[in-house]
C-alpha cells in the first residue's frame, strides 16, 4: 500500500511535468518516465503482461518516434502564443471544475463487491483466453481501424509534384 | 453483420482496383459493393440474432439503421464523379475504400451489443473521418480542418473510454444489457442511490458521443471542419457519421440507462435547447452556403435528441424517419452545391457563398428545382420528407407527459421558423437574383441520383407510411 501510494505520487508528478516543461524534448523524457510509473501500477494490478506491453510499445517504440519527430522539428525559435487570457482562463476553470466533480465523485466511491485477486489473471495464457474466445470480433476488426490508419497515412504523407499552400 | 464482413473485404478489394490504372472503375465497382452489402443486410431482416459472444446484436431496427447508413454511402459514393480526373492529386481508390471501411464503423455502432464494439466502430469511423478531411492536401482549409477535428476527436474518444471505464467499475460489466443490471443491482445495495463512479461514467460517455454528432456546447468543431473539408466528405460526415451517432447514442442511453433517466435527462434537456437555438441562429448570419449546412447539421442532430429524450415507444421509428428524410434532403444540397461551386470557381477555388447560386434557375432548372425541394425538406415545409420527420419528432416530444416537454417544443418550434429563413436564402438566390450560371453538364448518373432523390423527398412528404410502416 505505502509502495502504492509513492507510485501514484510520482506518476501524477512527472505527469504534470510533462506539460509544466518549456523543452519539449523534457516533456517527452517526462512522458517515458510516467510510461514506466504506469508499468508499474500494472504490476502492482498483477497484470504483468501489459507491463511488459506497456513498455516494449509506449515508452520504447512510440517515444522513440516522438523523439525523432521532435528532433526534426525546429522548435529553437519560440512562437508567440496564440491563445487570449481570457482562453486560457475559461479552460483553466472548466477544466479545474472537471477535475474538483471527479475527485468529489470518487472520494465517495465504495466497492463493496470487488472480486478477490486471483494470481493467473494477468498471466498471457488469461489473456490470450479473453482476447482470442470472449474478444475475437473486436479483436479482429481493430485490424480495419489499423488499416484504415495506415491507408490514410500512406495517402496523406505520399509525396506529389507541384506546390503546396503551406 | 455480414455485410460487415463483406465490406471489410470490399474496402480491401477496392484498394487492389486502384492498381489498374483504370480510375473508371472504381465508381462503378464501389457502387455494386454497397448493393451487395445491402443486400446481405436483409438477410438478417425478422431474426434477432446476437454474434460472437454477444459482441454485436441485428434485428429490424439495426437493419433499418444500416439500411439508411448504406444508403447515404450510396449516394454520396454517387455523387462523387470519381475524383475527378486529377491523377496526381486524388486517389479515388484510396477515398472509397475509406468511405467502405467507414461504413464498417458506422454499422458496428448501430449493431453494437458491448461497450468494446462501439469504441472500435467509433474510432474506425472517427480516423476514417479525419483522413478524408485532410484529403484535399493543396488546401491550407483542409489542412486545419483535419488536424483540428483530430485533435478535438482524439480527446473527445480519450472522454469516452474514461466514460466507459467508470460505467465498468460501477457495474463490472461491458454488455449493454449486463450494464443495465448492473445499475438495478446497485440501486438494490445503496437503497435507491447510485455510485458515484455512474453518475461520472455516464456524463462522460454521453460528452464523448455528443461531440461526434457535434451538439452544443460540443460543436465548436464543427463549423470549420464541415466548411475545410472538400464537399463530398461533407456530405459523408454529416449523414452517415450523424445517423451513426444519434443511433448510438439512443441505443445506449435507453438500453443501459434507462433507470437513471433524471441523471442523463436532465442535462439532456440543456444540450437539446442550446442544440437548437446556437444551430439555428448562427445558421442566421452565415454568408457560405456551406457553412450554413453545417450550422444546419447541429440544428437537426438537436431536433434528433428531442426523441432520445423523450423516451416514447415510437422512437425508433422517428429517428430512422427523420435520419431517412435529413439523409436524403442533405445529400441533395450537397450535391447541388458540389457542382454549382466548381462551375463559379473563382481563381480554382471553389465559390461556396450564396451568390455563386444567384441565376441558378435560369440555365439549370432540375439543380435549382432539386435545390429547393431539399431546402424544403430540411427546413420541415409541408408535402415534403421533413415535415413528417419533424411532425413525427414533435409528436414524440408532446406525448411525453412531462410538461418540460411543452417548452422544449416551444423552442423546437421557434427555431424551425427561424430555419425557415435562412433556408430560403438558396432558393431565392437561385430563383429572383440576378446573376448568371453557365448550363452545368451532368453526367447520366448524377442527374439520376438527383431525381431520385428529389422523388424520394417528395414520396415521403406525401405517403410517409411508405416506410414509417416498415420502420
Given at each position: 500500500m505505502n509502495f502504492w501510494y509513492f507510485l501514484t505520487a510520482l506518476t501524477l508528478l512527472s505527469a504534470s511535468m510533462v506539460i509544466l516543461s518549456k523543452n519539449p524534448i523534457h516533456s517527452v523524457l517526462y512522458l517515458v518516465f510516467t510510461f514506466f510509473c504506469i508499468s508499474g501500477h500494472y504490476v502492482l494490478l498483477n497484470a504483468q503482461f501489459l507491463m511488459a506491453v506497456n513498455i516494449v510499445v509506449y515508452a520504447g517504440a512510440i517515444m522513440v518516434l516522438f523523439l525523432f519527430v521532435i528532433m526534426m522539428m525546429d522548435l529553437s525559435k519560440n512562437s508567440p502564443d496564440s491563445k487570449s487570457t481570457l482562453t486560457k482562463l475559461a479552460g483553466a476553470i472548466l477544466g479545474g471544475t472537471l477535475l474538483v466533480i471527479l475527485i468529489a465523485a470518487s472520494r465517495k466511491v465504495d466497492l463493496k463487491d470487488v472480486k478477490p485477486i486471483d494470481a493467473q489473471t494477468g498471466m498471457v495464457e488469461g489473456l490470450g483466453q479473453i482476447l482470442y474466445r470472449d474478444y475475437v470480433l473486436p479483436f479482429e476488426l481493430v485490424s480495419i481501424l489499423f488499416f484504415v490508419a495506415m491507408v490514410g497515412a500512406v495517402m496523406l504523407g505520399k509525396r506529389e509534384a507541384g506546390e503546396r499552400n503551406f | 453483420m455480414n455485410a460487415i464482413i463483406a465490406l471489410s473485404l470490399f474496402g480491401i478489394s477496392n484498394l487492389f482496383l486502384g492498381f489498374l490504372n483504370n480510375r473508371k472503375i472504381l465508381l462503378p465497382a464501389t457502387l455494386v459493393f454497397i448493393l451487395i452489402a445491402l443486400g446481405l443486410n436483409f438477410a438478417d431482416w425478422n431474426h434477432e440474432y446476437y454474434w460472437f459472444n454477444n459482441m454485436l446484436k441485428t434485428n429490424n431496427l439495426s437493419v433499418n439503421f444500416v439500411t439508411i447508413i448504406l444508403l447515404s454511402t450510396f449516394l454520396v459514393v454517387a455523387i462523387s464523379r470519381s475524383f475527378g480526373d486529377d491523377d496526381e492529386h486524388s486517389h479515388p481508390a484510396e477515398y472509397y475504400a475509406i468511405l467502405l471501411f467507414s461504413a464498417v464503423g458506422a454499422i458496428m455502432m448501430v449493431t453494437f451489443e458491448n461497450l468494446i464494439m462501439l469504441f472500435v466502430g467509433l474510432e474506425i469511423l472517427s480516423v476514417s473521418m479525419y483522413v478524408l478531411t485532410g484529403s484535399d492536401k493543396r488546401s491550407l482549409r483542409s489542412n486545419e480542418a483535419a488536424l483540428k477535428y483530430f485533435l478535438m476527436g482524439s480527446f473527445a474518444t480519450g472522454i469516452l473510454l474514461f466514460g466507459v471505464a467508470l460505467v465498468y467499475g460501477a457495474t463490472s460489466s461491458f454488455d449493454i444489457h449486463g450494464i443495465a443490471q448492473g445499475v438495478a443491482k446497485a440501486k438494490e445495495q445503496m437503497g435507491g442511490a447510485y455510485g458515484p463512479l455512474l453518475y461520472s461514467g455516464v456524463i462522460l460517455i454521453m460528452v464523448g458521443l455528443l461531440f461526434k454528432i457535434s451538439a452544443a456546447p460540443f460543436h465548436f468543431w464543427t463549423p470549420d471542419v464541415y466548411d475545410g473539408a472538400p464537399s463530398i466528405f461533407t456530405a459523408f460526415m454529416s449523414t452517415v457519421v450523424k445517423t451513426a451517432g444519434v443511433a448510438a447514442t439512443y441505443r445506449i442511453l435507453s438500453i443501459s440507462f434507462p433507470s437513471v433517466y433524471g441523471l442523463w435527462g436532465n442535462p439532456l434537456v440543456y444540450i437539446v435547447c442550446a442544440t437548437l437555438i446556437i444551430g439555428n441562429i448562427t445558421a442566421v448570419y452565415q454568408q457560405s452556403f456551406k457553412r450554413m449546412l453545417a450550422y444546419s447539421s447541429i440544428s437537426h442532430a438537436g431536433y434528433l435528441l428531442i426523441t432520445v429524450l423523450a423516451k416514447r415507444p415510437e422512437t425508433n421509428s422517428s429517428l430512422l424517419f427523420y435520419s431517412l428524410a435529413y439523409a436524403i434532403a442533405t445529400i441533395t444540397a450537397f450535391a447541388v452545391l458540389m457542382v454549382v461551386s466548381e462551375a463559379q470557381a473563382k481563381n480554382g477555388k471553389a465559390d461556396e457563398s450564396?451568390?455563386?447560386?444567384?441565376?441558378?434557375?435560369?440555365?439549370n432548372p432540375l439543380l435549382a428545382f432539386s435545390l429547393t425541394i431539399s431546402m424544403l425538406s430540411l427546413a420541415g415545409i409541408p408535402l415534403t420528407a421533413g415535415f413528417f420527420g419533424k411532425f413525427f419528432v414533435f409528436s414524440d416530444a408532446f406525448s411525453n407527459p412531462s410538461s418540460l416537454f411543452k417548452w422544449i417544443l416551444v423552442i423546437a418550434i421557434l427555431m424551425s421558423t427561424v430555419g425557415i429563413y435562412y433556408y430560403f436564402k438558396p432558393i431565392i438566390a437561385a430563383y429572383m437574383k440576378k446573376g448568371e450560371v453557365a448550363k452545368i453538364e451532368l453526367s447520366p448518373l448524377y442527374k439520376f441520383i438527383l431525381i431520385l432523390t428529389t422523388t424520394l423527398t417528395i414520396l415521403l412528404g406525401l405517403a410517409p407510411d411508405l416506410v414509417k410502416n416498415i420502420f
Open positions: - | 450564396f451568390e455563386a447560386l444567384n441565376g441558378l434557375a435560369n440555365n
